[in-house]
């Protein structure tokens, strides 16, 4: 299992690098893959005062200092076809945001770079429903490594479920599996002008995904989540990261023991 952590935007180079650098030191210790993600624009923010980072030009150059200052994977999502070569230049991983799961000609984009193309499934997709994503993805380019992300599906008004069934469906389409569970603790548009969230239950999300044998989690950290410039109320405050880094090793490796859960 690998691991996809970092803050929900860029809120400058010196925070940025920092805490790249505390995810490193608890990943390696672990002998953990870890990927550093971070946005460099925020587009479906809940209010137009929402801080949506610091830009493309500006946020790809923090991302590459990250790269090269901690020797770390990068992802980061593309929100329009035009920002695509440029964010391939930098990231080894692009990827589609949850609202934009079947835009074709991004996925497709992001897909002829070569580079791996993680496609978040919307809170409004069924999980069989995205096959025809993969699909699209692979018919710009056979051999690109597709990854899939759950994060939760819309039940009623500002609140997302997570159906476990779905990251056993999700797998039928040959593509590693990944849980975001800090998202899945949402609460969109919650908080008047942003979002909410559930943030204590994000451990008992990341063992039952661990339990269900997913090939990475995803998780939004902040040393101070309730100064965070975005998301701060459904991330994981980065003083709990080694607790949970353990259970979920824990879990994972008490799997090993079985036959393997996994196709």
Not at 39 to 59: H, T
């Amino acid at each position: 299992m690998f691991l996809i952590a970092g803050p929900c935007v860029i809120e400058s180079e010196a925070h940025a690098l920092g805490l790249a650098a505390e995810l490193a030191r608890r990943a390696r210790a672990r002998n953990l893959r870890l990927i550093f993600k971070a946005s460099y624009d925020k587009a479906n923010r809940s209010s137009v005062r929402g801080f949506r980072g610091p830009g493309l030009a500006e946020g790809l150059r923090v991302l590459a200092e990250v790269k090269r200052q901690h020797g770390l994977e990068i992802l980061t999502d593309v929100h329009q076809v035009s920002e695509v070569a440029a964010a391939a230049e930098v990231a080894d991983v692009l990827q589609i945001p949850a609202f934009l799961c079947r835009q074709t000609d991004l996925i497709q984009a992001a897909a002829r770079t070569g580079r791996i193309v993680n496609i978040k499934k919307g809170q409004f997709m069924a999980p069989w429903d995205m096959k025809g994503a993969v699909e699209k993805a692979r018919a710009a380019r056979p051999e690109v490594a597709v990854w899939l992300t759950e994060r939760g599906s819309s039940f009623g008004y500002n609140n997302l479920v997570v159906d476990m069934r779905s990251l056993a469906v999700l797998r039928d389409f040959g593509a590693p599996v990944i849980f975001d569970v800090t998202h899945s603790l949402q609460l969109p548009g919650a908080a008047g002008d942003k979002s909410g969230g559930t943030p204590q239950f994000i451990e008992v999300l990341a063992r039952a995904g661990a339990a269900a044998g997913v090939d990475g989690l995803f998780l939004e950290t902040h040393e101070d989540p309730p100064q965070a410039l975005s998301d701060g109320a459904n991330a994981l405050p980065l003083a709990r990261l080694d607790g949970l880094l353990d259970q979920v090793l824990a879990v994972e490796g008490a799997l090993a023991r079985f036959k393997p859960l996994r196709a």
